[in-house]
């Protein structure tokens, strides 16, 4: 089974800035990777998918990089509706594990 | 407009069975692999099994094998979680959601809460 490393759990920022998440998967993945979005009380959102590639009607401040075993999601400008938690996710092979998730939070 | 609502969820006894549905609308149900999620209350997203376009292929979480089983019936667009000899940890809202490009999951359906326990 391939294990999920994501980092880091909790993040405080303030509006303007720019952050980054990460994720570390244990064996290779290529870029069968993606990137979501959790609200309180709401369905996860697909923010990024195939590592890189931007979903449609994702806002351009949110981008994806990396292939193999690690990956980045990054938020430039970061705006009062991306206070939320995100999560990892490896499709390449089952069982097709999520991380443990990133509380992004208001400074 | 894709769209993809569950149903099924409540509460339940430890060592009862429940078995969940998600309709779907608005895509070629028949063409897509399916896969339910779950999330137990203030936790990490979990996946729990998937299933092919033609059933041929079905994968489980090891925390369910054995106890749960995925199926589908594509000519109501539909699919289903059968849950049996459910325990404590099993109480989580459980979200189905289609298999798209590179495997990524979108859409999600709302979610429904199953709650085990006396």
């Known amino acids: 089974d391939i294990q999920m490393t994501q980092s880091p759990s909790s993040l405080s920022a303030s509006v303007g800035d720019r952050v980054t998440i990460t994720c570390r998967t244990s064996?290779?993945?290529?870029?069968?990777f993606n990137w979501y979005q959790q609200k309180p009380g709401t369905a996860p959102k697909l923010l990024i998918y195939?590592?890189?590639s931007l979903q449609s009607g994702v806002p351009s401040r949110f981008s994806g990089s990396g292939s193999g075993t690690d990956f980045t999601l990054t938020i430039s400008g970061l705006q009062p509706e991306d206070f939320a938690s995100y999560y990892c996710?490896?499709?390449?092979?089952?069982?097709?594990?999520f991380g443990q998730g990133t509380k992004l939070e208001i400074k | 407009e894709v769209q993809l609502v569950e149903s099924g969820g409540g509460l339940v006894q430890p060592g009862g069975s429940l078995r969940l549905s998600c309709a779907a609308s608005?895509?070629?149900?028949?063409?897509?692999?399916m896969n339910w999620v779950r999330q137990a209350p203030g936790k990490g997203l979990e996946w729990v099994s998937s299933?092919?376009?033609?059933?041929?292929?079905?994968y489980y979480a090891d925390s369910v094998k054995g106890r749960f089983t995925i199926s589908r019936d594509n000519t109501k667009n539909s699919l289903y979680l059968q849950m049996n000899s459910l325990r404590d940890e099993d109480t989580a809202v459980y979200y189905c959601a289609r298999r798209g490009f590179s495997g990524c999951l979108d859409p999600w359906g709302q979610g429904t809460l199953v709650t085990v326990g006396s």
């Open positions: 299933i092919s376009s033609g059933s041929q292929t079905i």
């Open positions: 195939a590592a890189s």
């Open positions: 996710h490896q499709s390449y092979s089952a069982p097709y594990s």
């Open positions: 064996q290779s993945i290529s870029d069968y």
């Open positions: 608005g895509f070629t149900f028949s063409s897509y692999t």
